[in-house]
């Protein structure tokens, strides 16, 4: 399977099962991430919350046969810097472990480039955790610099 036959969508409602899947489907999210039946309100809140704020857009990449086989939120941001430049924000790109290097994070990544475009941001950024040298490399591929520190505070 190559990337092209991927269609990449925004998400349903029905496919939170398969996004959280594939969140929980990486060293990191396997820790972070709930995966049992049913799934807690909290992810179907949270699902919800997304739909109706306009300036997020939770997109999945989806094979020939329907599969939901990756994930990419994308947030636009308005701000007043740059003389009031929108920026936009990835979060959560996540391609199932079968199907990776196979072109399918870059169409996701590819459509959020386009989307920022788009919507007249001068700026797409993202944060991936520093033990993350394969998504590094890949992202840098793509175009993206690691330019800042990124801070977090978890709660
Ligand atoms: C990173 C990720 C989204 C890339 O999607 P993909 O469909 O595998 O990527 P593409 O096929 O378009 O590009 C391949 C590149 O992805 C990266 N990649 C491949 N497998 C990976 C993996 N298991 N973990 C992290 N990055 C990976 C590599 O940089 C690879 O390039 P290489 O050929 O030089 O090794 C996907 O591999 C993934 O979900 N990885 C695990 C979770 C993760 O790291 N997510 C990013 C969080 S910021």
Not at 28 to 57: C, T, W
Not at 106 to 123: D, F, P
Request: proline residues 4%; contains cysteine.
């Amino acid at each position: 399977m190559t990337g092209e036959a991927i269609t990449i969508r925004p998400a349903k409602r029905a496919d939170v099962v398969a996004i959280v899947k594939l969140l929980a489907d990486d060293p990191l999210g396997q820790n972070r991430e709930l995966v049992v039946e049913p799934l807690p309100a909290s992810y179907y809140k949270a699902f919800d919350a997304m739909h109706r704020a306009h300036h997020i857009q939770m997109m999945v990449a989806e094979d020939a046969d329907g599969q939901v086989v990756g994930c990419l939120q994308l947030a636009i941001l308005p701000g007043l810097s740059s003389q009031g430049a929108s920026r936009g924000i990835i979060e959560d790109v996540r391609v199932v472990s079968d199907r990776r290097s196979q072109g399918v994070g870059e169409r996701l990544v590819r459509w959020a480039i386009g989307e920022a475009l788009a919507n007249g941001c001068k700026l797409l950024e993202l944060f991936t955790h520093e033990s993350r040298v394969d998504a590094q490399r890949f992202y840098k591929r793509l175009g993206f610099q690691p330019s800042h520190v990124g801070m977090t505070m978890r709660f």
